[in-house]
């Protein structure tokens, strides 16, 4: 029999955690002896695993959904969230190569096209940035960005500046930088002292790049969970 306390030392956590993943239902039921002590399998120890692995790059939040579909047998549905997880941190490494490029080339008008010199609509920027509209709106709310309006018609007037602003506050914040140190980095921005926004910047960038690992490791342990699963299956059915 696999004691819990034997696969709590191995992944360095409390029983109590293990308790709490299968009181959330997100690990098989678990049986328990003659003796009321849970008797805990090899897929159970996967489940583990696969669990503090994905938690590291995706969270919990993602991780307990995913862990739910494999109990139900949504294999596909389970994957495809675990990619779109991927492609959401793909959009955040984008948008923080762009803020960079405005930084150190000082491009405020990457995103404009050619000739172009009127402001643009939060729709515009937010189709060329991929940063929802709402995000923007809230940012100014919090007074975080200061957008003129258009004087004949009203509408919000986003200048190259905002746009370059927006980058920053999405990349610092997807980076999890405080909300006094977007302000600061803003601030110096504007008074054309970027070196510190570059080195943020850059570091968010590594933040980035170090999550993509983490997710990477936490797919590979689906992976491994998923064989073992399908081993266990295949080796059920020939029994049977």
Known sequence: MIRPIDIARKLKIST???RHYE???IIPPVER???GYRIYSEVHIGYFECIRAMNEGFGMSLTREVMKKLIKGEIDEALWAINNAQAALHRDKTIADKT???LELNEIDLLQGAGKRKGMSIGEVSRKTTIPSSAIRHWEKMGLLVI????ENGYRSLSPANVRQILIIRTFKTAVWSLEIIQQVLKEVDDNKVENA???AKESMQFLNQLNKSQLRGAHYLYELLQLIERKEEAAGADS
Do not use: D, Y
Not at 148 to 151: D, L, P
């Open 16 to 18: 109590t955690a293990l």
């Open 33 to 35: 002896g003659a003796n």
């Open 198 to 200: 570059i080195k943020i």
């Open 23 to 25: 009181s959330w239902e």
């Open 100 to 102: 960079i490029r405005a």
């Open 148 to 151: 003129e309006r258009n004087q």
